[in-house]
């Protein structure tokens, strides 16, 4: 069955530091992978997803992620953190032509000044 | 492009009362997503549909929960009759039916049920 583990319940970081957010997925073909974030009361908001091709992705707000399969994993970086970035963050795997995505349960990020 | 739009924001109610929640997708978009968020379980999608066919209802959690496309532009989930436990945020997504999927969430519901 796809699972998205996200190990880090909650991250804390300085601002101006770098930020690594790690995502494990399990799933018997090649994914589609996804980050999302959420701030408080919206909704889920796309950062960047990975396809195929290149596996450095690039997104929004300076994020990036890297497609690793042979760790199975999407972690997620960026290396200057803003105040504005503390929100909670989530990874999804989805496949084939459907749409439907399975989520991680978030790492909630929280930038100290 | 006004996006995912859902009303209302927050609903209140009384268990055992009737909630229905709404979704107006992005246009153009052939696949449509109800999804739970809850602290203890996360994300969960309850059902989707292409085309406004029910395609997977197996996230429903019980046959209190009903959902309907009666057309492209709209959708409804409702609770009949709703519970504490029904008590989560539930957000609506649309996504282009072909290609790989794309989800554009709309800001959610937040029920409450008392």
């Known amino acids: 069955a796809q699972s998205v583990t996200q190990p880090d319940i909650h991250i804390t970081v300085s601002e101006g530091a770098s930020l690594e957010l790690r995502c494990n997925y399990s799933y018997g073909a090649t994914p589609y992978l996804f980050w999302y974030v959420q701030s408080p009361g919206q909704g889920l908001q796309l950062l960047l997803k990975?396809?195929?091709?290149?596996?450095l992705v690039q997104g929004i707000k300076g994020f990036e992620a890297e497609f690793k399969r042979s760790q199975s994993s999407f972690n997620l970086r960026k290396p200057s953190v803003h105040w504005s970035d503390a929100a909670e963050y989530f990874c999804?795997?989805?496949?084939?032509?459907?749409?439907?995505?399975?989520f991680g349960k978030g790492t909630k990020l929280s930038v100290k000044p | 492009d006004a996006g995912v739009i859902q009303s209302p924001r927050h609903e209140v109610t009384e268990m055992g009362q009737e909630v229905t929640l709404r979704c107006k997708p992005i246009?153009?978009?052939?696949?449509l997503f109800w999804y739970r968020q809850t602290m203890m379980r996360g994300l969960e999608l309850l059902i989707y549909?292409?085309?406004?066919?029910?395609?997977?209802d197996s996230g429903m959690p019980e046959d209190r929960f009903s959902a309907k496309m009666p057309n492209a532009s709209f959708s409804t989930l409702k609770i009949q009759p709703s519970e504490p436990r029904d008590s989560a945020v539930y957000f609506c997504?649309?996504?282009?039916?072909?290609?790989?999927?794309?989800?554009?969430f709309g800001n959610g519901t937040r029920l409450t049920v008392t």
């Open positions: 999804a795997v989805g496949a084939g032509s459907q749409g439907n995505l399975i």
């Open positions: 990975y396809f195929s091709g290149d596996t």
């Open positions: 997504a649309s996504s282009p039916i072909t290609g790989p999927p794309a989800l554009h």
């Open positions: 246009s153009g978009h052939n696949s």
């Open positions: 549909f292409n085309n406004n066919v029910p395609i997977d």
